[in-house]
Structures are given as structure tokens and as C-alpha cells.
């Protein structure tokens, strides 16, 4: 019974977590899905756009202008990682890794310090209504509704002629230039939109907790990915399956916290999460074949 209230009381907060960490897996899904090209950059962009928004916010800049500089930043750490890749012949995990290392001096240069407080300054949800960082159910409300506009948005440009460029150059890059399509320039642009969004969401964060630190994005990729396991068949769930994987992520954490867990059992128990997911049906199709082959 215990178990059950501590869980219950910790639902808002993660369904919270959850909305915030969508954009996120909706970052990570699109180079993985949609382009076909995986990318870790995710992990470096996310505290850029943090530190980035803190520093400008300290910097006496509007908390608006300043997380859009945020996500042209991920647009930017995407791109560099995208020209790497195939400017360099670099495999797009080593060029992840790269831009990633490179990222984490640039966080410290841009706050001049590993972690910076915006206790008191002016932040984003403020300048909305200010009612909005005393109510967990409107920051919910909040962040549900740009979701809601972001999935609309790219269902839409990706039904366009340059969606349509970009998502046949996941399906096949190698016939992309017979067509006319430049695959160089949808990769850019797709790792640097994916990035963006991923940054965006830094942003966000470093705004709702107060402070931007160069360590906030640490192992904040494998939650994508652990979001991104479910929904791979239509372009629609496509682009709901980081939403609702995240959503269901955090409620699993919850679950598993409300068990007595400590918040550091969380990285463990989501990588064993993942493995489990992937492999149960490799296992299943092996046993299958063997019971078929005896």
C-alpha cells in the first residue's frame, strides 16, 4: 500500500519530467528513424541549450529570444556534426562523440563556470504567467500544448516536398542523388532540426529548475532511446512514440523509485530496460526457430 501511494504522489512530478524529456526522444527519433543516421549529439546539445540560456538570461537578455538562440545553437551542433560525418568520412557515432567532447568545453566558456543560478531572474514560464512555476498541472498544460504544436508541425513539413526529400534519404541514400537530392544537405538539416529541439528542451529545463550546469545532459540519451522503442510502422506514430514513450518512461521510473530505489538505480535499471526490450524478441525469434528447425 505504501509502494502504491508513493507512486501515486510522484505521478504529476514525472508525468512533468516525462512532457519536458518528449522533446528530447523526439530529437533522438528523428536521425534515428527518420534519417537513418544514429547520433549521439543529443547528449552534448541538451546542456548547450541549458548553459546557453542561463548564460544569456544572466547576461540581461529576454528569456524568449534567448531560448531560440538556444535551439539555433543545437541547430548548429547538429550541423557540425552532420559535416564531420560526411565531410570527414567519420561514422556518425564517432562524429556524435566529437561534438559532444567539443560541446562540453564551450558550455564552460559560455557561463565561465560549470553551473549558474537563475534563482530570481526572468525566465521563460514567467513571462507567460507567472502562475505557471507554482502549478505543476500548467507547466503539464504547457508542454503538452507545444508537443502538440511540434508533432503537428513536422507531420506536416514531412508530408511536403523537402519532408519527402528527407525522409528518402533515410529510406535510401544511395539513390537519393539519382532523384536530384542533395542527401548532404538533408542530413545537415535534419541532424541540426533534431538537435535544435533537443537544445530547446535544455532550455526549458535549465528555466524550470533554476540553473544551467554542464553536466545536466550526462546519460540523458539513453532515456531517449528507451523512449523510442515503441511505434516504428506509420509517420504518425513516428512522431507520437517519443511522446508517449516518455510519458510511460517516467512513469516506470516512478514505479521503480516508489519500490525503494534510489534515483542513482535509475541509469541501471534503464539500461536493462533497453537490452530487454531489444533483445526479447531476438531471443523469441531464436527460440521460435529452433522448436521449427527440432
Request: positive net charge.
Amino acid at each position: 500500500m505504501e509502494v502504491l501511494n508513493t507512486f501515486y504522489h510522484l505521478i504529476p512530478i514525472t508525468a512533468v519530467q516525462g512532457l519536458l524529456y518528449a522533446f528530447v526522444a523526439m530529437g533522438v527519433m528523428i536521425p534515428f528513424r527518420l534519417l537513418n543516421v544514429p547520433d549521439l549529439t543529443a547528449e552534448g546539445a541538451f546542456p548547450l541549450g541549458g548553459c546557453l540560456i542561463a548564460a544569456l538570461i544572466t547576461a540581461g537578455l529576454h528569456p524568449f529570444l534567448g531560448t531560440l538562440l538556444a535551439a539555433a545553437a543545437g541547430f548548429l551542433a547538429g550541423a557540425v556534426t552532420a559535416l564531420i560525418h560526411l565531410k570527414f568520412r567519420v561514422h556518425s557515432l564517432l562524429a556524435g562523440i566529437l561534438t559532444i567532447t567539443m560541446l562540453w568545453s564551450v558550455n564552460l566558456r559560455l557561463m565561465g563556470k560549470p553551473n549558474t543560478p537563475l534563482f530570481g531572474l526572468p525566465n521563460l514560464y514567467d513571462w507567460i504567467d507567472p502562475a505557471i512555476m507554482q502549478s505543476l498541472a500548467l507547466q503539464g498544460g504547457l508542454l503538452a500544448a507545444a508537443l502538440a504544436v511540434l508533432v503537428l508541425a513536422l507531420w506536416w513539413g514531412l508530408h511536403t516536398d523537402v519532408g519527402l526529400a528527407l525522409r528518402g534519404v533515410g529510406a535510401n541514400s544511395q539513390l537519393a542523388p539519382a532523384l536530384a537530392v542533395n542527401s548532404t544537405r538533408y542530413i545537415v538539416v535534419g541532424l541540426g532540426l533534431a538537435n535544435a529541439i533537443t537544445a530547446a528542451a535544455g532550455a526549458l529545463l535549465a528555466q524550470s529548475q533554476g540553473y544551467g550546469d554542464v553536466n545536466m545532459g550526462f546519460g540523458m540519451l539513453i532515456n531517449g532511446l528507451a523512449a523510442l522503442i515503441i511505434g516504428r510502422r506509420t509517420l504518425l506514430r513516428q512522431l507520437c512514440a517519443p511522446v508517449v514513450g516518455s510519458l510511460l518512461y517516467y512513469q516506470l521510473s516512478s514505479l521503480v523509485l516508489s519500490f525503494g530505489l534510489v534515483p542513482s538505480d535509475l541509469k541501471l535499471v534503464t539500461g536493462l530496460f533497453v537490452l530487454i526490450t531489444i533483445g526479447w524478441p531476438i531471443l523469441k525469434g531464436r527460440a521460435r526457430a529452433g522448436s521449427i528447425a527440432g
